[in-house]
């Protein structure tokens, strides 16, 4: 690979919008170049009105190998003092809040193994959908690091507490078929489709009522810090703003008249 192909591809195919890590000689390790680029791209996205679905993959055999280790080794064959934690808050922390908070549907398509803080991109987002052969690495431990970038918000959240601890103390490399049998993923797939069914899953979830989709998400993260009251509370204020979209007069007429709704996002 040469240093004129970008670290970071983005592909557009209708209203969904594709970002291919594309570091493919590392599995897709994540230095400051392409943390960057990741960081402008979910910006984008989010900006971008006529984008009603992001997807996050890899190029090559890797999705993401997480943290890249060779740039953290340079800096320490220097006396230079290394703060990993202002690392992450410059770089990690802003990519993984925008993904849990974008307003449209994303999607993983883990096309090959996603460790350490690519385990945590895969799981900051929405949806996985997995290739047979692709695993899932809580690989901070074997560095000698805590889990970051997310990971003991969602680890837990999506496999339990007793999963998450295990998973995050051992490094071990869970398989996309345990993935799936522990909810880690939402579907597994044979590694020639991945692609047909990440953009079938895809097209479907930008076709539908992007504002109703985004205030979904909302309310759900919300309910992890919520009791029930607030919760209906807050249901019943998000949903006096769906009520005042297009696409809710839309499924409603379209439904009475016994025809598919046509969606906008607005
Ligand atoms: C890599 C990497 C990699 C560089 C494979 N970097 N080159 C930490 C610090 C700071 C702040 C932010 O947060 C973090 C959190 C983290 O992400 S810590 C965890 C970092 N990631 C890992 O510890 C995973 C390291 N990689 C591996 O354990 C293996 O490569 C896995 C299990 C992912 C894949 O194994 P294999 O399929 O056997 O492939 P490989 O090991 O042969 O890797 C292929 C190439 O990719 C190889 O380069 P080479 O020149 O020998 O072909 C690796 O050196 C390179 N690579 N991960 N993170």
Not at 69 to 97: C, F, K, M, Q, S
Not at 136 to 159: C, K, Q, W, Y
Not at 242 to 261: C, I, N, S
Request: aromatic share 4%; glycine share 8%; charged share 25%.
């Amino acid at each position: 690979m040469t240093d004129t192909q970008p670290k970071l591809l983005i592909e557009n195919d209708g209203a969904v919008r594709t970002l291919r890590l594309n570091r493919p000689e590392s599995l897709n390790a994540l230095d400051n170049d392409l943390l960057k680029a990741l960081g402008r791209a979910v910006a984008d996205a989010e900006k971008d009105k006529t984008v009603r679905c992001v997807v996050v993959t890899g190029a090559g055999r890797g999705f993401c190998s997480g943290q890249d280790l060779a740039a953290v080794a340079a800096r320490y064959t220097t006396n230079e003092p290394i703060d990993l934690g202002l690392h992450l808050r410059e770089h990690y922390n802003p990519i993984i809040t925008r993904l849990r908070t974008i307003e449209k549907p994303v999607i993983a398509s883990v096309n090959g193994v996603a460790a350490g803080a690519g385990c945590s991109l895969a799981l900051a987002c929405d949806i996985r959908i997995s290739a047979e052969s692709a695993s899932f690495i809580e690989a901070f431990v074997n560095v000698g690091l805590a889990p970051d970038a997310g990971s003991t918000f969602m680890l837990p959240r999506l496999i339990g507490v007793s999963r998450a601890m295990e998973l995050a103390f051992t490094g071990r490399k869970v398989a996309a078929a345990e993935a799936l049998q522990i909810g880690l993923v939402n579907q597994v797939v044979p590694d020639d489709q991945l692609a047909a069914s990440t953009k079938k899953l895809a097209d479907k979830l930008a076709g539908l009522p992007t504002r109703a989709i985004g205030l979904t998400k909302r309310a759900i993260n919300a309910s992890w810090r919520s009791d029930i009251e607030t919760q209906l509370d807050y249901e019943a204020m998000l949903q006096t703003t769906a009520g005042q979209t297009h696409d809710h007069r839309e499924g409603v007429t379209a439904f009475l008249e016994k025809r598919p709704p046509k969606f906008t996002g607005e």
